[in-house]
């Protein structure tokens, strides 16, 4: 009876074990379920099957270079904030095989018939929502489509979690992208400490939940879940003034600045591999000693790599100072002529993940500084 | 660069599933054109490829040879061969090239393609046209030269200015005369001249000092080494001709051909997909960035 | 293939504990494969059987550290065609390098009963420094699919695809959390070379630098961020000078380190 008022976009209140039927219910319609788990200190996405899989009661303590899982003395299952892994690993996989091509007289391709694997992701922010829709532009563009990553993204199930406790290395406010999910979602919760508000996005969310003992979501729960958000967008531990970004960056190629940073960047790929936008890639043959068959890989690439902007004479981008110019100029800067968005969504991560601890956050500061002296 | 799109497109449409999956063609012959450079004629294999496949000069082609990765090459040949030959000046440097260079005629790569944005050779009909170029610079602009040689009458005074290290380093040296029949003025020159050398001997730029350009209505092409582009940008804004009239052909790290893998970006352009030929309007913010 | 178009190959041992040459013999059904490939004319760990030089490949594992091996690698370079020094011994010295930052006479004497019948070079020291290496393997021990690599881009005229990029690379593209970040240990993995595959960090330690240092390797910022998590004084010297530490970036990290340190102690706050 209830299920007549269930609507896509309307919410209701879920008890928390009910989630449970939900995951169960994604696996029988052929889903792997992956979501947060804790691992070596850190926190994976990787396989869950159950609430009990999620990192209960644990947060994450984030500065620049550092990340300490902390027991918080909360029940909840969603309050950590997310370690160094993103949803790109399983749209984008670090290393996926384009074919094999077999030398037999000629060589002919084998390409590799295994459809796309179907993935329910469990636990996304809205910034890394934000960050799958960045991503889109660039792999599904109207005049390229990249094969991989869209036939994975036809596959999705996305239940977003709306964020309550940001990090200190967070700045989603800044970028627009969060705390709460708008948009890009089957179903989003939000933890409350006894029931998950679920707003639905989607009809196959929507049919899921029809099968779930759920009441309707009061004005109370709403209003709780809402003061909540607002709450968290006032937690947020960092901040970027984007007011006149790209110009800053593309007007400023010869600072000071870049010298300095430069110095401290150890030109390591943390910062890109760990972002959850970032879209290089490579690709490297690998055969068999006499070279009769080949096996051609697509694997992440990184502008902090030498062979990244290597031409014929040599790098194009020497010194590390270069190549930090070049991540960030794009990221903040030409990425919006590119795709028509910055390629930040402030979630962090390559603040808390760098091991120098340089923060971007204060690199565009300072550099605003120098500018304006 | 809409009908550069389209073009691309065709060869994606060939394999939308597949990515970096080429199509196979045939060395039909091999032109040795100096020590370390030679001219491989490609015919896909397959009437339906050959028939899909067709480029615009400066655009360029991605050849695959398994195990050795992938390399990106100027289309050095006329849009118009009949034979549907696909011409490409190699120069035996890196890992794909060199062996490249160990292949023979009647054997196959893998080529994707075509790619990028070509000479703008409608946009600068009825301009004087000044193609400057130094070594292997020249093999991208060759499909212009045929082009023009096929429609000389839309174009006021052509000259090529082409320079090379040494005389032996010179490409396309038997075509010269067959140019200047069709009233281009073609002026060679080189860095070091040797006992066989009655010509010019200089760099390529210096040529701005022997000759008058008339800026409201030149158009320059360029291609070549990144230095000799400098100079040629440099004495070209000198003499006034206007940026969006000089048309720059860049090299950075080719690898996907489709502005996706992101190698080859330049500020925010992806030079395979945007590029290679940029009008020096597009450039000048980033142009003389070190490391940029 | 003949066997008389089969490349030869000799692999030589020098001072080592001959775990590079124990990684050839572990290629298991590849090692079947690469025997069909080549022609495995000298490879004493393997087989007595022994074919005279020269050789189109030589692959040696080891440092030079007595005369005697600097004469000896100066006759191998002398038969071979192509040269690979096989594992961090032969490209950086390798852990017996560690006697290169004391004296070789003193530590001799305090090892040995009878040092006089010893007869030894200061410095252990990497093959190049002796002759012209034309490809170096490092690793302690090598990765033999590494080494397989090599040897198909070799027979296949090919530039080996040996990474160039840093060990934070192989750790992210397998998923493991960076044991610096999230434990505050101890890694040189952002100025390591990668190739390993990310081991150590895998199972819960930072990387001690046994593929040597990345082409670009920044110490000096890496070494203020590893002080800062020091767990005991030098802790971060100590790291460098280890089986990679006689290479010369980490050697000079190292060697700044240290003068640091004694500066410090001399000028108590």
Same mark, same amino acid.
């Given at each position: 009876m209830i299920e007549r008022h269930l609507a896509i976009d309307s919410a209701v209140s879920l008890p928390k074990n009910e989630l449970d039927a939900v995951l169960s219910d994604l696996r029988q319609h052929g889903?792997?379920?992956?979501?947060?788990?804790?691992?070596?200190?850190?926190?994976?996405?990787?396989?869950?099957?159950?609430?009990?899989?999620?990192?209960?009661?644990?947060i994450s303590e984030q500065a620049a270079g550092t990340f300490r899982l902390v027991q918080a003395g909360q029940e909840r299952y969603f309050d950590i904030i997310p370690g160094g892994q993103s949803w790109k690993q399983f749209l984008f996989p670090p290393r996926v095989t384009l074919f094999t091509a077999r030398k037999n007289g000629h060589w002919r391709i084998e390409s590799d018939g295994e459809p796309a694997p179907r993935y329910a992701l469990i636990g996304?922010?809205?910034?890394?929502?934000?960050?799958?829709?960045?991503?889109?532009?660039?792999?599904?563009?109207?005049?390229?489509?990249?094969?991989?990553?869209?036939?994975?993204?036809?596959?999705?199930?996305?239940?977003?979690?709306?964020?309550?406790?940001?990090?200190?290395?967070?700045?989603?406010?800044?970028?627009?992208?969060?705390?709460?999910?708008?948009?890009?979602?089957?179903?989003?919760?939000?933890?409350?400490?006894?029931?998950?508000?679920?707003?639905?996005?989607?009809?196959?969310?929507?049919?899921?939940?029809?099968?779930?003992?759920?009441e309707p979501a009061s004005a109370f729960l709403q209003n709780a879940a809402n003061q909540g958000l607002e709450q968290a967008a006032q937690q947020m531990g960092r901040r970027l003034d984007t007011s006149d970004l790209p110009d800053l960056l593309t007007k400023n190629l010869e600072a000071e600045r870049w010298e300095q940073v430069g110095k401290r960047c150890l030109s390591c790929a943390n910062c890109t591999l760990v972002c959850p936008t970032c879209f290089c890639w490579d690709t490297t043959d690998h055969t068999d000693l006499l070279g009769k068959i080949t096996r051609r890989e697509r694997v992440w690439d990184s502008c902090f790599n030498p062979s990244y902007s290597y031409v014929a004479g040599g790098n194009t981008r020497q010194?590390?100072?270069?190549?930090?110019?070049?991540?960030?100029?794009?990221?903040?800067?030409?990425?919006?002529?590119?795709?028509?968005?910055?390629?930040?969504?402030?979630?962090?991560?390559?603040?808390t993940w760098c091991p120098a601890g340089i923060d971007l956050t204060e690199e565009i500061a300072a550099l605003r500084e120098e500018v304006k002296a | 660069m809409t009908t550069t799109a389209i073009h691309s497109a065709a060869h994606r449409a060939a394999h939308p599933e597949r990515l970096l999956e080429p199509d196979w063609a045939e060395i039909t012959a091999i032109t040795p054109e100096t020590e370390d450079i030679s001219t491989f004629w490609l015919r896909f294999d397959g009437a339906a490829v050959q028939e899909r496949y067709r480029y615009q000069p400066g655009q360029f082609n991605m050849l695959y040879l398994p195990g050795y990765g992938e390399a990106a090459i100027s289309i050095s040949s006329d849009p118009h061969n009949p034979q549907r030959l696909v011409g490409h000046t190699i120069r035996f440097v890196g890992n794909v090239t060199r062996a490249i260079s160990r292949l023979k005629a009647g054997d196959r +790569?893998?080529?994707?393609? !075509?790619?990028?944005?070509?000479?703008?050779?409608?946009?600068?009909?009825?301009?004087? %046209?000044?193609?400057?170029?130094?070594?292997?610079? +020249?093999?991208?602009?060759? !499909?212009?030269?045929?082009?023009?040689?096929?429609?000389?009458?839309?174009?006021?005074? %052509?000259?090529?200015?082409?320079?090379?290290?040494?005389?032996r380093d010179l490409l396309y040296s038997n075509e010269y005369d067959s140019w200047r029949k069709a009233d281009i003025d073609v002026q060679i020159t080189v860095d070091r001249a040797d006992e066989t050398w009655s010509g010019r001997v200089g760099v390529v730029p210096m040529w701005f000092y022997h000759f008058r350009v008339d800026p409201r209505k030149t158009a320059l092409l360029t291609c070549g080494p990144e230095i000799m582009i400098r100079f040629v940008v440099f004495e070209a804004l000198a003499r006034r001709i206007p940026t969006d009239q000089i048309y720059v052909s860049l090299e950075r790290n080719m690898k996907c051909g489709q502005g996706a893998c992101g190698h080859c970006q330049l500020g925010p352009y992806f030079i395979c997909k945007d590029g290679p030929v940029f009008p020096f309007s597009a450039l000048e913010r980033y142009f003389n960035v070190e490391e940029f | 293939?003949?066997?008389?178009?089969?490349?030869?190959?000799?692999?030589?041992?020098?001072?080592?504990?001959?775990?590079?040459?124990?990684?050839?013999?572990?290629?298991?059904?590849?090692?079947?494969?690469?025997?069909?490939?080549?022609?495995?004319?000298?490879?004493?760990?393997?087989?007595?059987?022994?074919?005279?030089?020269?050789?189109?490949?030589?692959?040696?594992?080891?440092?030079?550290?007595?005369?005697?091996?600097?004469?000896?690698?100066?006759?191998?370079?002398?038969?071979?065609?192509?040269?690979?020094?096989?594992?961090?011994?032969?490209t950086a010295g390798g852990i017996q390098a560690l006697r290169n930052f004391g004296n070789a006479d003193e530590l001799a004497r305090m090892v040995y009963p009878h040092p006089e019948y010893l007869e030894y070079l200061d410095k252990s020291t990497a093959i190049a420094e002796h002759v012209k290496v034309d490809l170096e393997i490092w690793g302690c021990p090598v990765n033999k699919h590494l080494v397989l690599e090599c040897t198909a881009a070799l027979l296949q005229k090919r530039k080996p695809n040996l990474?160039?990029?840093?060990?934070?690379?192989?750790?992210?593209?397998?998923?493991?959390?960076?044991?610096?970040?999230?434990?505050?240990?101890?890694?040189?993995?952002?100025?390591?070379?990668?190739?390993?595959?990310?081991?150590?960090?895998?199972?819960?330690?930072?990387?001690?630098?046994?593929?040597?240092?990345?082409?670009?390797?920044?110490?000096?910022?890496?070494?203020?961020?590893?002080?800062?998590?020091?767990?005991?004084?030098?802790?971060?010297?100590?790291?460098?000078?280890?089986?990679?530490?006689?290479?010369?970036?980490?050697?000079?990290?190292?060697?700044?380190?240290?003068?640091?340190?004694?500066?410090?102690?001399?000028?108590?706050?």
């Open positions: 889903y792997q379920t992956v979501g947060p788990r804790l691992k070596d200190e850190g926190l994976v996405y990787a396989g869950i099957e159950t609430l009990d899989d999620l990192p209960r009661g644990v996304v922010r809205a910034c890394e929502l934000a960050a799958i829709e960045i991503q889109d532009r660039a792999f599904m563009r109207a005049d390229y489509c990249d094969p991989i990553y869209s036939a994975r993204h036809r596959n999705l199930f996305i239940v977003a979690v709306n964020c309550l406790q940001p990090a200190g290395t967070c700045f989603c406010v800044s970028m627009g992208t969060g705390p709460r999910a708008e948009r890009g979602y089957d179903l989003c919760l939000t933890e409350l400490d006894d029931v998950f508000l679920v707003e639905i996005g989607s009809e196959l969310g929507r049919s899921l939940l029809a099968k779930r003992s759920f010194a590390i100072r270069s190549r930090y110019r070049q991540w960030l100029t794009h990221k903040l800067g030409t990425w919006k002529e590119q795709y028509g968005t910055p390629g930040c969504v402030g979630c962090g991560r390559c603040i | +790569l893998g080529m994707r393609g !075509p790619f990028g944005v070509p000479w703008p050779m409608h946009a600068i009909e009825g301009k004087d %046209v000044v193609i400057a170029s130094g070594g292997i610079g +020249l093999a991208p602009l060759r !499909p212009a030269i045929y082009h023009i040689l096929h429609n000389r009458e839309r174009y006021s005074k %052509v000259i090529l200015v082409y320079g090379a290290r040494t005389p | 293939m003949s066997d008389s178009i089969k490349p030869s190959v000799a692999v030589y041992k020098f001072s080592s504990c001959d775990g590079c040459q124990l990684s050839l013999l572990n290629l298991e059904d590849d090692l079947l494969d690469l025997a069909g490939a080549v022609d495995i004319a000298y490879f004493l760990e393997a087989t007595r059987a022994v074919k005279p030089g020269p050789y189109e490949v030589a692959m040696v594992e080891g440092s030079v550290t007595t005369p005697h091996e600097a004469e000896r690698i100066r006759q191998i370079r002398s038969e071979a065609r192509f040269l690979i020094a096989l594992g961090t011994c032969a990474p160039q990029y840093t060990l934070c690379m192989e750790c992210k593209l397998r998923g493991t959390t960076c044991v610096t970040v999230a434990q505050g240990m101890p890694c040189l993995g952002p100025a390591v070379q990668a190739g390993c595959g990310a081991i150590c960090p895998a199972n819960g330690r930072g990387c001690y630098g046994c593929f040597g240092p990345v082409a670009y390797a920044n110490t000096e910022s890496l070494t203020t961020t590893l002080r800062a998590l020091d767990r005991y004084a030098g802790e971060t010297a100590l790291l460098l000078r280890n089986i990679s530490g006689y290479a010369p970036a980490f050697r000079k990290a190292a060697e700044t380190l240290f003068s640091a340190e004694v500066t410090s102690h001399k000028d108590p706050q």
